[in-house]
């Protein structure tokens, strides 16, 4: 019998996000490896340096930066399925070389590479899911992605607990470790041609007929006739010949184009904000931070454990509630929470030091609504045509970040203790303001009318039709009924703008309303 073709998309979705599982794992399995003794051995007396130390840990989102910009250009001329394999042979072959490593250079050129692949397959999979998704699950669909990490450092944590308990002093306690993260790469090399290619890539290299085949395989059991297949080819056709009244898409157009820099603005603002709630510093110093505790190293392991239990619970939630929920709430109160937590945190520990773990009740909200939303919004707020490039620059606010906070921890730590927690308290708060102020609602809404949304919604969204969680089912319904007109506002409809409109924003010129004012 055949899979009802929201599951069918659900589970391609899935499949290609197995790129996150190694994500994910890659960032749980660096801070049981490194305490290992015959790590420390074999990285040999250049160890001791913290600044080496903290290299090790963030040279592998520096590799997922130098990604972006190669990635964009694959996804074009390639194809999402390819490029997404090719980051997978790339981390294979960093993974590789972390396993066999013989000394600090070639464990510093293994997380290299592992970071360039992943910062490839971590860029893409949302980018594919939202581009093959129903537009009523986009977002369960999208934030698989998180889900999908959640389960690698969930598996990360379980077996560095394992090896540390079982295999400690043998090199087999940490090379194991790291020899299991090439695994999930295997299948996603061997099995992703099976997956259909993005219809809106096909469609924008004009494969018309390969497009809406593969919509009918996605929504409709492989009948091109269906209505919804046919309207979502129309809505599809239109906006690809509005883009060709453009032009190919070039970089600069992110930057001149009003609205597009808007939408790259607040996916690069949303890709920074979320290392700087703290997560990273979590993520890899939870053993630096237990130990000042008082706690062994197979007993912090062990937390480490629970807390990807935590983790995962959270995210489950999100891919289950996101598409009634929205975007805006979760991210507003996953951010209050995660900063409102170390403000505690910051407190018991200046007033009792090493009596206090505030971890869980941020991670739980962090993987709630915060890391799920983070790949999920940048990833839809796009065209088609500027997609692949819009979220490499985005996604590289995410990695320099990252790799800023990876840096400065550990020092951070060691000076200033407790103090450091204030850095985080007070960028959840700021965080959660800048999105309740500036963020506009997405979800219900087509892909192809988000080039509308943000030329209309108003800067400062609060108090208007932008902030409100619409029918998240909306956009499906219009499809079915073949009312293809772009919305306004949530709840109205008006046609689509002219093409000589369009060419004048691609110049950068901004456009007059009716009455003279200038609108972004």
Not at 280 to 300: D, E
Request: aromatic share 12%; net charge positive.
């Amino acid at each position: 019998m055949a899979l009802p073709p929201k599951v069918y998309t659900w589970l391609c979705g899935l499949f290609a996000s197995l790129g996150s599982i190694i994500f994910g794992y890659d960032l749980g399995v660096i801070a049981g490896v490194t305490p290992a003794s015959d790590f420390q051995r074999v990285m040999g007396p250049k160890w001791a340096n913290d600044n080496l130390q903290g290299l090790v840990v963030s040279i592998l989102v520096l590799g997922c930066f130098f990604g972006m910009i190669p990635v964009a250009y694959a996804a074009d001329l390639l194809g999402r399925r390819v490029t997404i394999q090719i980051g997978a042979g790339i981390y294979i072959l960093g993974g590789a070389l972390q396993t066999g490593a013989q000394n600090m250079s070639m464990m510093l050129a293994g997380r290299f590479f592992a970071g360039f692949g992943i910062g490839i397959m971590s860029d893409l999979a949302p980018l594919y899911q939202a581009e093959i998704a129903h537009p009523s699950i986009r977002g369960r669909l999208t934030t698989l992605q998180q889900f999908m990490l959640g389960i690698g450092a969930f598996v990360a944590s379980w077996i560095t607990f394992g090896c540390s308990a079982g295999l400690s002093g043998h090199p087999a306690e940490w090379r194991l470790p790291l020899g299991i993260q090439i695994i999930p790469a295997l299948p996603l090399i061997s099995f992703m041609l099976l997956l259909p290619e993005s219809p809106r890539w096909l469609a924008e290299k004009g494969r018309m007929d390969e497009a809406q085949a593969t919509l009918a395989r996605l929504h409709a059991h492989g009948d091109i006739n269906d209505p919804f297949v046919v309207a979502q080819m129309k809505d599809i056709q239109a906006d690809i010949s509005k883009s060709k009244e453009i032009g190919e898409a070039s970089w600069s157009e992110l930057f001149t184009v009003k609205s597009n820099f808007r939408r790259l603005s607040l996916g690069y603002i949303l890709q920074f904000s979320v290392q700087m709630t703290g997560v990273s510093a979590i993520q890899y110093y939870s053993t630096t931070i237990f130990k000042t505790m008082g706690f062994t190293s197979t007993r912090i392991l062990l937390f480490q454990s629970i807390n990807s239990i935590i983790a995962l619970i959270g995210e489950a939630a999100c891919v289950i509630w996101i598409d009634a929920t929205g975007r805006r709430i979760p991210m507003i109160v996953g951010n209050w929470v995660s900063g409102l937590s170390f403000v505690v945190g910051a407190i018991l520990m200046a007033r009792w030091p090493g009596t206090v773990n505030n971890t869980w009740v941020f991670n739980f909200f962090f993987s709630a609504c915060i890391g799920p939303l983070s790949w999920a919004y940048p990833a839809e707020i796009y065209s088609t045509r500027t997609r692949a490039k819009a979220t490499a620059i985005t996604s590289s606010g995410s990695w320099i970040s990252n790799f800023f906070i990876a840096q400065v921890t550990s020092p951070a730590f060691l000076h200033i203790g407790w103090k450091y927690y204030l850095v985080f308290a007070i960028c959840g708060h700021t965080n959660a303001l800048f999105i309740w102020a500036f963020y506009p609602e997405t979800t219900g809404r087509r892909l192809e009318e988000m080039d509308a949304l943000f030329e209309n919604a108003p800067l400062f969204v609060p108090g208007t039709p932008y902030a409100k969680v619409g029918d998240h089912r909306a956009a499906e319904r219009e499809l079915r009924q073949a009312c293809l007109q772009e919305r306004s506002a949530p709840g109205t409809s008006r046609n689509a703008r002219p093409t000589h409109t369009m060419r004048r924003r691609a110049r950068g010129r901004p456009r007059r309303s009716s009455r003279g004012v200038q609108t972004i």
